[in-house]
């Protein structure tokens, strides 16, 4: 599987950016997809995941309220909906899969995803 993730930019604190990670290779509705964000100096962290199987999902506190998660299976793309951005947002953002199935606990650890896109950049202003 690869994913690649587009769809970062410059934004005004406040304002709204969607993230795409279109994956290809295979199918990802059997995939757990998850979405984590890395800022300077900082350990890469999780954002949200979603299980296709039960249409389950997962925010970081952070995030919570703000950011959504969706896919589009005829794309095989996910999307990060990310409104009322702050600058602590600013982060390189990775898009991530996975095939096996974890307790739920793991899919918030970076070892859970096996497949990863080589990161989006936003940047939000304040």
């Known amino acids: 599987v690869q994913l690649q993730a587009f769809g970062g930019g410059l934004v005004q604190a406040g304002g709204s950016l969607r993230l795409s990670c279109a994956a290809s290779?295979?199918?990802?509705?059997?995939?757990?997809m998850g979405w984590f964000r890395q800022a300077p100096g900082k350990e890469r962290e999780f954002v949200t995941y979603?299980?296709?199987?039960?249409?389950?999902?997962a925010y970081a506190d952070s995030v919570r309220g703000r950011f959504t998660i969706s896919g589009d299976n005829a794309k095989n793309t996910v999307y990060l909906q990310m409104n009322n951005l702050k600058p602590e947002d600013t982060a390189v953002y990775y898009c991530?899969?996975?095939?096996?199935?974890?307790?739920?606990?793991?899919?918030?650890?970076?070892?859970?995803?096996?497949?990863w896109g080589q990161g989006t950049l936003v940047t939000v202003s304040s």
């Open positions: 991530a899969a996975t095939g096996r199935n974890w307790n739920s606990g793991s899919y918030y650890r970076s070892y859970a995803y096996h497949y």
């Open positions: 290779g295979r199918t990802f509705i059997t995939y757990t």
């Open positions: 979603v299980r296709w199987k039960g249409g389950i999902t």
